[in-house]
């Protein structure tokens, strides 16, 4: 395969490339920080790159920004993160846009082999995630997620809204009083912070948002 490695972390990169290449490989470009990175996914369009996290200049997230960035110019250009750091900020991102996309933490990788493989999936459009990386995912979904304070019985009402039923059809399918479906409408205009508002209806900004989730 040709390979792209992005991680500043010298020693790291260069004993990767040695590993690579002694399996037949040809690393066609190993780089220090997130610009390179994308300049070599768009010249070289690789058969999968290898990016780091945490790159320059601040050392935060760079490597899942760029990694991002390279799949909208070069989409489905196979991607796989490793890192020592769990970053949720664009793991999502990068995730959305389709296969061919890793993350595994190094600390984590057992043996050669597994990373190996993990590189072989990828590469073949295949997605491949330590175990932490997807519970750190849906722990920030569930932190995110805007219906989390709604009850089963409001969620259900909610979605009723959103198929577009009034509350007294809402009603008649849930068997129960307009005025209980009142009250539930009313409590997810409450717990969607919702208060009225004259230029967007809440009924609509509430379906929205369930949409969206």
Do not use: C, W
């Not at 490989?25 to 790159?49: F, I, K, R």
């Not at 057992?110 to 073949?124: C, G, K, T, W, Y």
């Amino acid at each position: 395969m040709r390979i792209v490695i992005a991680d500043d972390a010298v020693l790291l990169r260069e004993g990767v490339v040695r590993l690579l290449t002694e399996r037949g490989h040809q690393v066609v470009a190993a780089v220090g920080d997130g610009t390179a990175l994308v300049e070599a996914v768009v010249t070289h369009h690789p058969d999968v790159s290898i990016v780091d996290v945490r790159m320059p200049p601040s050392h935060t997230d760079e490597g899942l920004r760029a990694a991002v960035e390279a799949r909208a110019l070069a989409p489905a250009a196979p991607i796989l993160v490793l890192s020592q750091y769990v970053e949720v900020s664009y793991a999502d991102d990068l995730l959305a846009t389709g296969g061919g996309v890793g993350y595994l933490l190094k600390d984590r990788v057992a043996a050669i082999h597994e990373f190996l493989d993990a590189l072989d999936r990828v590469a073949a459009g295949g997605t491949v995630l330590d175990p932490e990386v997807i519970a750190q995912l849906f722990a920030r979904r569930r932190r995110d997620d805007p219906l989390r304070g709604l009850t089963p019985r409001e969620r259900e009402v909610l979605g009723l809204m959103a198929e577009g039923h009034s509350n007294t059809a809402i009603a008649r399918i849930l068997v129960v009083t307009d005025g209980a479906v009142e009250k539930h409408v009313r409590n997810i205009f409450t717990k969607l912070d919702l208060p009225p508002d004259i230029e967007q209806h809440r009924r609509v900004r509430a379906v929205l948002t369930y949409l969206r989730t």
